[in-house]
């Protein structure tokens, strides 16, 4: 028997419920147990991602909050290993491309995946053992995990401001971060990722890596990894546009011999700090 839920428009839902295989783990990072049997077995597992467009500002906010919103309830229904979603005519003209995307990825598992990612965010929700306070839910990933280490501690930024039904979030933090930064300054001038050891380990392995960073304050960072002769480094020069940016490191030799969530890469700050929203590990051809 599978299960189909609803309301991934509300995507901070049911962030702790064994039944969907979702918890917080201690520090607050989102995890998904993938030994529950509809997702171990690939049952039918569906959610609905279906209330957008003129007739849903009233419940929602404006129409003009709804591509992210969209964006946000898309990736937290694969972050759940959902195989099935309902959308409405509304619901694809959000985002095309990341409808197309979704499409593809729904009903994948570690085995037959080509990419993995973690998108790097930050929101919070009502702690019910603290009389509702705020208690952080980190990050949405899928076989690419970050962890914040000694010297490898982020801060959460770039602040969106939620839609007002949000309750599974205090009145007094209904917003998200969607990006998570280095603190030079502090001596945190990494951000270090895990792969899934099942995806990929050991190496040499072709990928590529793509990193959608906030393009500000000419910063300087770089992408470091492991090949079979040492350590590797490429850096990418910001602007101070402001805008979203994806830089993309084909890698015909990377190593991946960390275990656990021990670190795989990392990206290091060397000028200022870096801002990271989004990052996605895909498999090349041999």
């Known amino acids: 028997m599978g299960q189909r839920n609803g309301f ?17 783990d201690p520090e607050g990072y989102l995890t ?40 946000e309830a898309t990736l937290r229904a694969l972050q759940m290993r959902r195989n099935i979603l309902m959308l409405s ?21 570690v085995e037959d995946t080509p990419d993995a990612w973690c998108y790097l965010r930050e929101s919070y929700v009502k702690d019910p053992a603290r009389g509702g306070a705020p208690k952080p839910v980190k990050n ?16 959460p930024v770039d602040r969106v401001e ?11 933090h209904r917003f998200d971060y969607t990006a998570r930064q280095t603190d030079r300054a502090a001596g945190q001038d990494r951000i270090g990722f895990a792969l899934d050891d099942r995806f990929l380990a050991g190496g040499p392995h072709r990928v590529a890596i793509k990193v959608t960073f906030r393009d500000r304050a000419n910063a300087r960072w ?7 002769q040492g350590e590797a480094l490429r850096e990418t020069q910001c602007g101070d546009s402001g805008e979203h940016r994806t830089a993309t490191f084909f890698l015909d030799d ?27 590990a895909i498999k090349l051809p041999a």
């Open 8 to 24: 991934v428009e509300v995507y901070l839902t049911h962030v702790e419920n064994p039944w969907l295989g979702q918890s917080l």
């Open 32 to 71: 998904v147990d993938e030994s529950l049997a509809p997702i171990a077995e690939n049952r039918a597992w569906g959610d609905e991602n279906e209330e957008y467009g003129p007739a849903w500002t009233g419940r929602f906010g404006p129409i003009e909050t709804q591509p992210y919103r969209y964006r």
């Open 89 to 109: 005519a509304f619901s694809v003209d959000q985002d095309p491309e990341l409808t197309a995307y979704a499409s593809l990825a729904l009903g994948r598992n």
């Open 140 to 155: 949405f990933e899928r076989w690419l995990y970050q962890r914040d280490r000694d010297g490898a501690r982020t801060t």
């Open 162 to 172: 939620q839609h007002p039904k949000m309750y599974p979030a205090p009145e007094s």
């Open 222 to 228: 770089a992408l470091a990894w492991r090949t079979p």
């Open 254 to 280: 990377a190593v991946f011999d960390a275990r656990g969530m021990d670190c795989d890469f990392e990206i290091r700050a060397l000028d200022g700090d870096a801002a990271i929203s989004f990052v996605r």
